[in-house]
């Protein structure tokens, strides 16, 4: 039987208080990142592959993370915020297909399909919003994310989506590296493992991130210290 999250929380408490005083006692990753001025949201791989049950990477629970992305969706779109998703491509016919991914073949499980890369409709992408297709992890990753942030003046990356442990921990880290504020927004992601969710949160939060109550995070998205610059993005300048 899978561990609840409160059998996830108990079972590593006694080990993250442990690593915890650690720091402490060491003055080390103690500072936070904070929130900027101009944030952006994105949805990582919220796609049926990944929330629906019937195929072997999908699972249940992330069904809770999900309903609470949607009031922090709501959020965005009312301050009209850029909205960004992740998910796979479909790309069956190519000679470059993923290994170590929720796409292996697995007996007595739906066959991934064009289905399991497409949002899911509880979270889905409204007009205007950016889907993003990526091969790997991070969304930053071969992809034209950080661009397309810098020219909307985004100083602060939301985050929600899946899996904690690889392409929410993936996101933050690369968004720490292009000089973005990363906020994981603790309710809005969620893991197959809650002891990986746990522990990576922890983690992620003590070096490349802040993990933030997804309450604070509605408080921020609308209120004053938050503006938008989606109808005002930078353009390039001419060099003619």
């Known amino acids: 039987m899978p561990l609840s999250d409160l059998e996830a929380r108990l079972l590593l408490r006694d080990a993250i208080r442990s690593v915890e005083e650690d720091y402490r006692g060491r003055g080390i990753f103690q500072d936070r990142f904070g929130f900027g001025r101009s944030p ?3 949805v990582v791989d919220f796609a049926y592959g990944w929330t629906g049950q019937a195929y072997a990477g999908g699972s249940r629970r992330l069904d809770g993370p999900v ?28 000679g470059d297909q993923p290994f170590k991914s929720a796409a292996d073949l697995s007996p007595g499980f739906r066959a991934w399909d064009e289905r399991a890369c497409r949002v899911d409709e509880r979270v889905a992408p409204h007009t205007g919003d950016l889907v993003l297709e990526k091969e790997n992890a991070s969304a930053f990753f071969g992809t034209h994310l950080a661009p397309y942030l810098i020219e ?32 994981i927004v603790r309710e809005c992601v969620g893991d197959r493992s809650p002891v990986a969710h746990e522990w990576t949160l922890f983690d992620i939060q003590a070096r490349f991130a802040d993990v933030v109550p997804l309450d604070e995070v509605l408080a921020y998205v609308s209120g004053p210290a938050a503006q938008s610059t989606t109808t005002h993005p930078r353009r390039p300048t001419s060099r003619t």
């Not at 309903?67 to 069956?92: F, G, N, Q």
């Open 67 to 94: 309903e609470a992305t949607k009031s922090l969706l709501d959020a965005a779109r009312a301050r009209a915020l850029p909205v960004i998703y992740t998910t796979s491509p479909w790309r069956p016919d190519s």
């Open 152 to 183: 909307h003046r985004v100083d602060t990356l939301l985050i929600a989506g899946c899996s904690t442990s690889a392409c929410i921990r993936a996101t933050a880290t690369d968004a720490k590296s292009y000089r973005f504020r990363p906020i």
């Open 40 to 42: 952006a949201l994105v």
